[in-house]
């Protein structure tokens, strides 16, 4: 096997990584998801290392000194990380010539040309699922025998292998864990609707939802919900419960890990007898006799898009969902004691200032616990995408710029009756109109009287928040 680091590059101060690097920008709130599209393949290669950077805080000089001793060198990228990964792995290359330097992730695997022409410090970009790409790269064997690669020939010239087949057994995969414990500080990964410290897992990759802003299932992932056994689960959670005491809660990351309720059942009794607080993404139509099942045996909380209070734009982004079906499930989990982080989407398809009005009043009727708001983000790769460009909208050059330099998200999507800029400016908006109610207020300071450290971590995460509306509104 060859000496091989996978590497979260360095970048903006404060980028988080984002889950899975879709919305990868300074948050309201300084978070980090784990790397665990990097541990995943890591986890398949004995000998190997995963360096998370931005979470280490560790400096470009410092990562380069750690990389140049590497033979391999695999970075996750992503569309708004993309150019100073590229322009760190130019550093590298000059510093260490004789490291092979490869890039992975959603912007390389639906652009693969267009990456590697960007820099020729890049000598290969994996497409569709890379694990076992990954795999084979650092085993040494000969790029034109690799499915799934796209690669740089002696002569410069840009070589596309066919397509890696999708993984179907889920099991094939090993936990990733192991390599959390082994390669991160846990302490460092923090979000501030969990408990801390916190662990993210998948138990399956795909999503059977359309949504057409969506990432990972329209590049990646694809759209069949492939899934690990629920034995396959239950022995990771294990391993986590026995091997990393201090963790607190596990969340599982799938888009949709509701989507199939018999499994979902399953997992929650399995997850109850091994006594673990946990959370998890869900849409908002899980039935209350699903939702009872997971609640008593150890769900704290939901992850939930509910992207738009107006059904005319859910229909436009193929959502799959109503607002009164959101409503009834909104106080299912109010009823059961089940917390919801809430997350909205302003400016996509079919947003006017009235229905961006009418999303602020949906989400205070709704009341999560807590929520973020996102900007339309149009993803290369995605059918929002393909819609912007098409419509022309987009800046006149077409670039896309999902953050600014500084690392703040920023409004790529404008309309002739709705500008970026007021999009943008929306966004303060509503987290002001949110969160500046007496009776939220009120349920924050509740909460902080809980205990000392979830009133010191609720005051820094404010400081934080109040710079980021200070920063946003500048």
Known sequence: MKHTLFLQAPSFDGFDGGAGSRYQAKREIRSFWYPTWLAQPAALVPGSRVLDAPADGVSVEATLDIAAQHELVIIHTSTPSFPTDALFAEKLKARAPRVVI???????????????????????????????????????????????????LPDGSIEHNEARPILENMDELPFVAPVYKRDLKIDNYFIGYLKHPYVSIYTGRGCRSRCTFCLWPQTVG??????RSVENVLAEVKWIRDNMPEVKEIMFDDDTFTDFKPRVEEIARGLGKLGVTWSCNAKANVPYATLKIMKENGLRLLLVGYESGDDQILLNIKKGLRTDIARRFADDCRKLGIKVHGTFILGLPGETKETIEKTIRYAKEINPHTIQVSLAAPYPGTTLY?????????????????????????????????????????????????????????????????????MTRRLREGVEFFRFLRAHEA
């Open 102 to 152: 490869g890039m992975v992730g959603a912007k390389v695997a639906v652009d693969a040309h267009n990456s590697l022409a960007a820099s020729e410090a890049i000598d290969f970009v994996c497409r569709e699922e890379f694990d076992f790409t990954c795999r084979e790269i650092a085993e040494g064997r000969a790029f034109a025998d690799i499915k799934g690669l796209s690669y740089r």
């Open 222 to 227: 694809g759209h069949r919900y492939r899934v």
């Open 386 to 454: 393909n819609q912007a460009v098409e419509n022309g909208w987009l800046a006149e050059n077409k670039v896309i710029n999902l953050v600014s330099k500084e690392g703040v998200q920023l409004a790529a999507i404008g309309y002739p009756h709705l500008s970026r800029e007021e999009i943008y400016h929306d966004l303060e908006r509503f987290y002001k109109r949110f969160y500046f109610r007496p009776s939220k207020i009120w349920e924050i300071v509740r909460e902080m009287l809980t205990s000392w450290e979830m």
